[in-house]
Nanobody, 125 residues
Framework: QVQLVESGGGLVQAGGSLRLSCDAS????????MAWFRQAPGKEREFVGA????????YYTDSVKGRFTLSRDNAKNTVYLQMNSLKPEDTAVYYC??????????????????WGQGTQVTVSS
């Protein structure tokens, strides 16, 4: 069982930055590829990016490429999402998810074994 807890969300003006963190309870954190999703009101949960178990590989959806960066610290059981040049359309609840023995790839929502509770990101224009 893995518990994931996101933090770092908040209100920011367009063009600003935020760094989200996802802390995992598991001592086997390095066995999990990690992903971030987001969900805006009235919309489906959307894949944002994923990072491999070692952190060497990342994959992003096109809309965030060049603006968002994933990283992880396996010694701290934490994955980070650095978000720069934020836009109002980035407003959503952001979730981290864990994929056992996975890689940095886009998977459908049901493929992830564990999810956090989400953190709200609001970007004002």
């Amino acid at each position: 069982q893995v518990q994931l807890v996101e933090s770092g969300g908040g209100l920011v003006q367009a063009g600003g930055s935020l760094r989200l963190s996802c802390d995992a309870s598991s001592g086997t954190f390095s066995r999990y590829a990690m992903a971030w999703f987001r969900q805006a009101p009235g919309k489906e949960r959307e894949f944002v990016g994923a990072i491999s178990r070692s952190g060497a590989s990342t994959y992003y959806t096109d809309s965030v490429k060049g603006r968002f960066t994933l990283s992880r610290d396996n010694a701290k059981n934490t994955v980070y999402l650095q978000m720069n040049s934020l836009k109002p359309e980035d407003t959503a609840v952001y979730y981290c998810a864990a994929d056992l023995y996975g890689t940095a790839q886009r998977l459908p929502v049901p493929a992830y074994e564990y999810w956090g509770q989400g953190t709200q990101v609001t970007v004002s224009s």
